[in-house]
Each structure stands twice: as C-alpha cells, then as structure tokens.
C-alpha cells in the first residue's frame, strides 16, 4: 500500500483496497525477470509437447534414440508443469494475503478449525484401530481356548490310558471322553495312534467318534516329545475344515501311543466365539496349503480358505467394520506353525456391550455423557474464539496499518513522523514505542557511527601492540627460544619480551597487565620502554624489578596492577636467574638424560604497581630472587594465567597440573608441534566456552654451550 493511497483512504476502512506488489510486492527489475522466465518455460513446454506429438505420430517406426527424446521430454514437461504450479500458487499467495485481515482470519481457521479436525480424525482413527484390536485380541483368545480344551481332554484321556488297562478297553475309554465333550464340541473325535517301541510301524490303535473333518486318524508324528497342539486346517474330498487338535503322549503295553483329539469348529463354536468377542467370524485363509498335507505334496497355488459361518445379512454386520488378524496353523506331519489369515467384521455396539455395558451403575454411560458434554463446550469456545477473532482483525489491521505508513515514511527518510494513538491497550503501547523508535534513530545512527570509529580504533590500537612483540624468537647459539601470544580480544593485557644483555647472557620477560583493551596495551608500551632501558642498567633481576615498580606506582591507575616473571640466562655461567612478582609461577622440565619431570617454581613476589603506603618497601622485602643451575637439555616455560585458568562450560580450570603433565609428556617435541599441542589440547578442554583471557608461552630450551673464551665469542 502506498502512502498516497492511505492518504485517501477512508478512517473505517484503513486496509483501503488489496494492491497486491505495491510497496511490499518485488522489485519491477524481480518481477519482469520472473515473467521473462516464465516464457522461457512455456516455449519450452510448447516445444517439447510438439516433439511428443511428432514421436506419437511415428509410432512403431520411431528410432531407438527418438524414444529417449520423448522419455526426457515427459521429464522435461513435468518440471516445467509443476515450476508453473508453484508460480500460479505463489502468485495467488500474493494476491489473496496480501490484506493482513485476511491472513488473520487464515490464521483464526487454521489455529481454531483444522486442530478440531484433525484432533477429531486422530481419536476417531485411534479409537477405530483400538476397537479393532481388541475384537482380534478377543477372537484370537477364543481359538487359544479351543486349542487348550484340545489339549487338555488329550492329558485327562492319556491320564485315564495310563492306569493299567486291557487292550479291550481302549475304546470304552475314548468313547467315555467323548461323551463328556460332544455336548460343548459337537463332531469332537479322539484317536489312540500307536508305535511299537522300537519304532517300527504305525496305526490307528481305537478311535471314537466320526472323523468326517478328515480322512482318517492322524499319524504320529516325530516331532511330538511328549504333548502338543494347534488350530490346523484339513481336507477331505475337497471339503476344507478348520480342527483344533491337541495330543499326548503315553505308553502303554511297552509301546508308545499318542492321545489325539480333533475338535472342529463347528457352527455351534463358531457362534460361541463370535458372541463373546462381539464379532461374526467368516473365515479363516492360509496360503502355504492345508495343515494335513503330507511332506513332498506339491501345496495348492491359489490361496486355500475355509467358511467359519454363512455370509451375514446386512441387518447382522450393521454398523460392521471388516477386520483381518493373523494366526499360526500348525501343519501336522512336521510341526511348523505357517501364517493364516483370520476375516471378520466386528460389531462395536455388541463389542461395547461385552466390555463396559452391564450392572445398574452405567459408569460407561456416565463417561460417554461427559465426554459429549465436554466436546460440545469445546465446539462453542472454540466458535466464540472465532467469532471474536473476525471481530478484532479490523482494529488490529487498521493499527498495522499505521504502522506500515509509519514505517514507509521512515524508509523515506522522514523521522519527523509519529503515529496516532487511538487505543489503551497494547496496540497502542505500540505506537507509543514506534515514534519513541523513531525518535531515537538519529541518535542510534550516530552511535552506530561513533561504533565504528572506535573499532577502527581499536584495529589501529591491536596493530601497534603487535608491534611492541618482538618480531621473531631470539637467536642465540646454545639456547633455543619461542613465544606465541594469542589476545582474548581486540587489544589484550600480555606483553612478553628479550632483552639482549650480552653475546651470552638473555633476559627473558612475561608479563600480564590487569584488565584489557586500550589502557592495558599502553601499559604495556610504558613497561616495554622501562625493561628495555632499566634492564642495561640493572643486572640483578631483583633490582631491576624494584626499579620498575618505583616507577610505575606513580603512573598506574590506582584499580591497575601488572604481574610479571623476569629471567636471565648466563650460558657462561650456566644458570638461571629470575623472579616472579604476583606472576604465574615458572615451569621448569630438567633435560638430565631421564624422562621428563616438571618442577613448579613460585618465589615469592608482589604484583607491580600497587599504590599503598610503604607498598615500595614491602614490595622490596617480598620479592625473591633465585639462581638455578642449567644444563644442556633443560626446559623453561613461562606463561600467563590465560593458559592454566582456561575454564570450560562446567567452570573447570585447565590447571597447573595438567599443564605440567602435558609438558611432562610432550616437551621433547618441537616448539612449533609443542605450542600447537599445548593450544589443541586448551582449545579441546575449553571446548565451546569462550576464551576469557589472553594466552602467552614463552619456551625456553638449553641446547648446548660453548667454553668461555675469545674465540668462543667470536663464534656467538
């Protein structure tokens, strides 16, 4: 919307007309290159539609590689199609959002109907597939009870064989059996199959009942230890039946026998099934063939089923949902249980009947009740929710497009502009704070500016710091020397230094002003010139430092201090002399031919530059110098805070310790691989933290001397 046309546009309708592209719509340079693309596309299309046809038109007569053409001519068709659908809906997105009123009430349907919808949908589904495996649990559970009166009739009759009986009354026995269980499992039938004991021959030893669900009794398998059973399908004169059959083993006479019991699934099982599992049964499929066949029988190609019940009428599956569950049918004559297909429709309203329905306290009623009730409440927030939200786009609209105009005459460049403040509420507080925004950009550019002249600064500031470094390690023949120093920002508080103080002799400084940026870089500069002159003067390190902290107490900001660590090397008189004022203490790794053990050296010492009365005079009495031997071999490391007080995200330090142990491990290496291992292994225990203090190495190794004479410092 531009602002000539909110200019003219009435106060109640502060939207004005949809001006889709206008202001907030892309550039005309954007736009004409998308139509240009979209030609492109089109002749494309065109083309290659053309050469489809000219390929159809061949037909059978069309080259080998023309066919390839039309193939990659579908490809390129469905690209082109599907890049102009995305156009089409871009643009149509444009259009019809371009109103915020509109995109608010896009925004109220999809916040407040399609979570209806879709919750609605999610529990129904939940609910149906909840139903569903219930009712095949249920089923499932009935054909288990079969199963198990199968086998348990097959014990009490192997039980009943196992008292000491006469052959005769093999028959009498199973015929007692059977007449206890043909009123539960009408065309139940029981077989006695015999095998000598030394496993030679088998037979049928007496059987009771009509076995018209098979051809006979069944064999005695060899897979059977001792009992066994399962839901099996057989097949007599082209009559498939569904048997539950259960067996036991016994000896009897010296021979071993075998109780089997067939129960098929009669309509009166059937029905017994389906009523207490709110079901109707149809039937039961199994694809690897029936469970009698014999081993080396060819199975039936098409898929082998058989009809539980007579198709129900519509008025008994009303309201039906079909269902398929699986079951294992065990195949007789080896034992394998193959994978059946079980189809029923489930009844939910009889279903619902078995499991909550019953006794004079419907609690299930009450819950149905009271989730209606709360469903119903639900609709109406969520309507009323609606409703208001149609209500307050038009307010909040018009006060977005205040802010739109305000914005538009901002980028204009007028920040004389303010926005009318008609409303109480947040909207309102709104407004208030855009023209206080608007107010303040003037002054947010000059700081922005005034930002970036101090960072110039600051770059200008580090320049001339890295400058105060020395450009390179010392070179002196018998000592080999490095240093590195990494600042935490861009003007870090660790300065470090050689001072040449004859052919043999170096004095070595690392030192840490307290606090960073610019001041600290400036102290280093003033304690840079001080080393550099006082140290030809002075050759006591002690005295040197005393000299050094007179000066500075008088030039030091009073919250400023700087700790320090000062050595000098006499490789004529092979030692080392240092102290240490309030520094990190000195790292030495003797080299005597032995594996590498670290001494921790921290003389006493005060930090430089505080300013206390008689400071000067303590400072002098505390601070300890000390003179050590060195040998070829020997390693020095001096270092400031930033590399032993390395935190990372727990707040953990690196430590004294493990740096000691890191050098102990690899001091024999290289500087340059050593300052890099000792960096890594920091940069590893910080790990995401950031640094918070610069990080300075001074290493220091003896390689070796010569004998003092001239000749020897000719050499140097």
């Keep these: 919307m531009t602002a000539s046309h909110a200019a003219t546009s009435p106060a109640g309708a502060p939207d004005g007309p949809a001006r889709p592209g206008a202001s907030v719509g892309p550039p005309d340079r954007l736009n004409r290159l998308r139509a240009a693309a979209a030609s492109r596309v089109g002749r494309v299309l065109l083309g290659t539609t053309g050469l489809k046809l000219i390929v159809a038109a061949l037909g059978p007569a069309a080259w080998g590689w023309i066919r390839v053409v039309d193939s990659v001519g579908t490809i390129v068709i469905a690209i082109g199609l599907g890049y102009l659908l995305f156009r089409l809906l871009a643009s149509l997105q444009r259009r019809v959002l371009w109103r915020v009123r509109r995109k608010l009430v896009l925004s109220y349907l999809l916040i407040g109907f399609v979570p209806i919808l879709l919750l609605g949908s999610f529990f129904l589904l939940a609910g149906t597939l909840l139903l569903l495996t219930v009712s095949s649990s249920l089923v499932q559970r009935g054909l288990d009870e079969v199963v198990d009166d199968a086998i348990t009739l097959a014990a009490m009759t192997a039980v009943d064989l196992g008292i000491p009986t006469e052959p005769g009354d093999v028959p009498a026995v199973l015929a007692r059996r059977l007449q206890v269980t043909e009123g539960r499992y009408p065309g139940a039938s029981i077989a006695v199959v015999g095998r000598a004991a030394d496993g030679a021959g088998e037979s049928a030893e007496a059987t009771a009942g009509v076995w018209g669900h098979a051809a006979g009794p069944p064999q005695l398998p060899a897979w059977l230890a001792q009992s066994g059973g399962g839901m099996l399908m057989t097949e007599v004169a082209g009559r498939r039946s569904i048997v539950a059959r259960g067996a036991q083993r016994v000896q009897m006479h010296e021979r071993v026998y075998a109780v089997v019991?067939?129960?098929?699934?009669?309509?009166?099982?059937?029905?017994?099934?389906?009523?207490?599992?709110?079901?109707?049964?149809?039937?039961?499929?199994?694809?690897?063939?029936?469970?009698?066949?014999?081993?080396?029988?060819?199975?039936?190609?098409?898929?082998?089923?058989?009809?539980?019940?007579?198709?129900?009428?519509?008025?008994?599956?009303?309201?039906?949902?079909?269902?398929?569950?699986?079951?294992?049918?065990?195949?007789?004559?080896?034992?394998?249980?193959?994978?059946?297909?079980?189809?029923?429709?489930?009844?939910?309203?009889?279903?619902?009947?078995?499991?909550?329905?019953?006794?004079?306290?419907?609690?299930?009623?009450?819950?149905?009740?009271?989730?209606?009730?709360?469903?119903?409440?639900?609709?109406?927030?969520?309507?009323?929710?609606?409703?208001?939200?149609?209500?307050?786009?038009?307010?909040?609209?018009?006060?977005?497009?205040?802010?739109?105009?305000?914005?538009?005459?901002?980028?204009?460049?007028?920040?004389?502009?303010?926005?009318?403040?008609?409303?109480?509420?947040?909207?309102?507080?709104?407004?208030?704070?855009?023209?206080?925004?608007?107010?303040?950009?003037?002054?947010?550019?000059?700081?922005?500016?005034?930002?970036?002249?101090?960072?110039?600064?600051?770059?200008?500031?580090?320049?001339?710091?890295?400058?105060?470094?020395?450009?390179?390690?010392?070179?002196?023949?018998?000592?080999?020397?490095?240093?590195?120093?990494?600042?935490?920002?861009?003007?870090?508080?660790?300065?470090?230094?050689?001072?040449?103080?004859?052919?043999?002799?170096?004095?070595?400084?690392?030192?840490?002003?307290?606090?960073?940026?610019?001041?600290?870089?400036?102290?280093?500069?003033?304690?840079?010139?001080?080393?550099?002159?006082?140290?030809?003067?002075?050759?006591?390190?002690?005295?040197?430092?005393?000299?050094?902290?007179?000066?500075?107490?008088?030039?030091?900001?009073?919250?400023?201090?700087?700790?320090?660590?000062?050595?000098?090397?006499?490789?004529?008189?092979?030692?080392?002399?240092?102290?240490?004022?309030?520094?990190?203490?000195?790292?030495?790794?003797?080299?005597?031919?032995?594996?590498?053990?670290?001494?921790?050296?921290?003389?006493?010492g005060l930090v430089v530059g505080w300013q206390l009365e008689g400071i000067e005079d303590r400072f002098a009495e505390l601070l300890e110098e000390r003179t050590l031997p060195i040998a070829p071999g020997d390693l020095f490391v001096l270092f400031t805070d930033g590399i032993t007080e390395a935190m990372n995200e727990e707040f953990d330090l690196f430590g004294e310790e493990r740096f000691s142990r890191l050098l102990e491990e690899h001091g024999a290496l290289p500087f340059e691989e050593l300052q890099a291992r000792i960096l890594g292994d920091v940069e590893a225990f910080v790990g995401d933290a950031d640094q918070h203090d610069d990080m300075t190495i001074v290493l220091l190794r003896i390689d070796g001397w010569l004998s003092a004479g001239p000749a020897d410092a000719t050499q140097l």
Excluded at 495 to 508: E, N, Q, T
């Design 261 to 604: 019991v067939d129960l098929p699934l009669s309509q009166d099982v059937v029905a017994r099934i389906q009523a207490g599992s709110g079901t109707v049964l149809i039937d039961i499929g199994a694809s690897s063939g029936v469970g009698e066949a014999a081993p080396g029988r060819a199975q039936a190609a098409a898929e082998a089923s058989v009809q539980l019940s007579p198709r129900a009428g519509p008025m008994e599956t009303a309201g039906g949902l079909p269902w398929v569950s699986f079951l294992d049918l065990l195949d007789w004559s080896t034992g394998e249980h193959r994978r059946g297909a079980l189809s029923f429709q489930v009844r939910p309203s009889v279903l619902y009947g078995l499991l909550v329905r019953g006794g004079e306290f419907n609690l299930a009623g009450v819950l149905v009740v009271t989730l209606v009730l709360i469903s119903v409440m639900f609709l109406t927030i969520e309507a009323v929710a609606l409703v208001m939200g149609f209500a307050l786009a038009k307010s909040i609209t018009g006060a977005v497009h205040e802010l739109f105009t305000g914005t538009e005459r901002v980028q204009r460049g007028d920040l004389s502009h303010r926005i009318q403040v008609d409303t109480q509420d947040q909207l309102g507080e709104l407004a208030v704070s855009f023209n206080a925004m608007t107010g303040s950009i003037g002054g947010l550019l000059q700081q922005a500016e005034e930002k970036r002249r101090l960072e110039e600064e600051l770059r200008i500031a580090r320049d001339i710091q890295m400058s105060l470094l020395p450009d390179g390690p010392a070179v002196m023949a018998g000592l080999e020397v490095s240093a590195m120093c990494r600042p935490a920002r861009e003007v870090g508080g660790d300065y470090y230094d050689f001072v040449r103080l004859g052919d043999r002799r170096l004095g070595v400084l690392v030192a840490d002003v307290s606090g960073k940026g610019t001041s600290a870089a400036f102290y280093m500069a003033e304690l840079k010139g001080l080393i550099l002159a006082l140290s030809q003067i002075y050759q006591s390190p002690k005295r040197l430092l005393m000299e050094v902290n007179r000066i500075l107490a008088t030039s030091l900001d009073s919250r400023t201090f700087i700790t320090m660590i000062y050595a000098v090397v006499d490789l004529d008189a092979r030692t080392m002399t240092y102290v240490r004022a309030g520094h990190t203490p000195l790292i030495y790794l003797p080299g005597n031919g032995q594996p590498l053990r670290a001494q921790i050296l921290t003389p006493d």
